[in-house]
């Protein structure tokens, strides 16, 4: 119908208007019952939170994949020179707890030294674990462009080492070296594992600001420590064996224990100043991730990775 008639024609105009008004409706109707999926809130915090720990270091044309995914791709450590654990290993079906060593002096000017001898592995001295995690400060300044967040990791004065232990190269991230992870409370959290290959950092990871999710348990393995004890996932079902690992995370002051079962052994982590820090040898592959337990001082199971949601129990 042409404008001409339908001014000619009132009828005919009002039913026109009643109808195009009608059609307005349907099309808002239509409108709102097409709407996306509810987003999967859980999976996406989670991620956020492991993207927000993401940080890699690039250096030629290697990819030193030092972040992770809720545990990413890794390198890991491989052949044991020195002794297994973090901490004394008692058997997977008694564990036994053993009074720590003293760790080595701390130099006034250097970061503090960990808590027990037996968190720095493999024949790494505290002097090499210092020097190490400096060349990683000197590798974060020269690979990091002025002005952007994170360059200030400050000096190694402001740190604790928590760990020191051998690091085995896969396809991802060739060559041997040593993983020294530290960390500082003040003025902001901070937790760093350094890479370190023929005496200089060739990579570092850098957890800062909120040390964990809100809703978290007593005991909260570093969303970020998979490169602690995987291998490249390039490398699935190929690993280099025997294989140094090592296991990290915060803990509640009313943890009193943490175990770490992996491959088939259960080492007794070491408690350093809100930390835990346990290690081991593989000589097998495995394909699930250390199962992770803490206890309180009366010797009830107070946390079971195995319980915790956003804990991956399987390898990638």
Known sequence: MSEEQRRDDPGRQEEATDFEERLRELLAEDAYTIRPSPAPYPAIRRQGVVERQ???AVTGAVLV??????????????????????APTPSVSAPQRTAAKPSPSASPSGPAAPATEGQL????????????????????????????????????????????????????APGDGYFVVAVKERPTPVRVICNVKDGEGSGLNVDSGDPGLPDAGPVQPD???????????????????????????????SVDRV????????SEA????????????????????PHIKGYGADGKLVYDSDDDKSYQPALP
């Open 65 to 86: 994949t030092l972040a992770a995914l809720p545990v990413g791709a890794y390198a890991l450590t491989g052949r044991s020179a020195g002794t297994d654990t973090a």
């Open 270 to 289: 070491a408690l350093d100043h809100g930390w835990f820090v346990a290690s081991g040898t593989l000589t097998e592959q495995v394909t699930l991730a």
């Open 223 to 253: 969303a970020n420590g998979g490169k602690l004890y995987m291998q490249s996932v390039l490398d699935k079902g190929n690993w280099k064996l025997p294989f140094r690992w090592g296991s990290i995370g915060r803990v509640d002051p």
């Open 121 to 172: 592995l493999d024949g790494i001295t505290y002097e090499r674990a210092v020097s190490g995690l400096e060349s990683c400060f000197a590798f974060d300044r020269a690979h990091t462009p002025p002005g952007s967040p994170g360059t200030n990791l400050g000096d190694s004065a402001g740190y604790r080492i928590l760990l020191a232990m051998r690091s085995t190269g896969d396809s991802n």
């Open 54 to 56: 993401r940080r890699m």
């Open 259 to 266: 175990t770490v079962s992996y491959g088939g052994r259960t």
